[in-house]
């Protein structure tokens, strides 16, 4: 029984890893979309997770995750933006001046 229990422990683990890469791989092309319609580019071609928190979406217990990124205008300043994520789903895109898009 405790072999079982093990290996459920781990299958979870296991699951939640790829569920987190998943999400990243999202918000990284979601990221890139977003600072390509507005004419910025997305520095470093990545994000990093900034919050991760349980949430009630359509009946459903989901993660929400807000990722944040780098971007420049014109390749002289570093600025930060954000990409929000509930499930899978891509939920808002900020580029942090006052500009927020809805998916």
Known sequence: MST????????TIAALWIDNL??????ISA??????QRGVQLLDQT???????????????RLRRIYRFDY???GLE???GSV????????DFSLGIGEDSRF
């Open 4 to 11: 079982l229990f093990g290996l459920f422990i781990i299958a």
């Open 22 to 27: 998943r999400a990243r791989e999202i918000a």
């Open 31 to 36: 990221s890139l979309h977003g600072c390509q």
């Open 47 to 61: 994000v990093a997770i900034a919050s991760t928190r349980p949430v009630w979406s359509r009946g459903k217990l």
């Open 72 to 74: 420049s205008d014109e």
């Open 78 to 80: 570093r600025y930060s």
């Open 84 to 91: 929000v994520l509930i499930g899978r789903h891509v939920v």
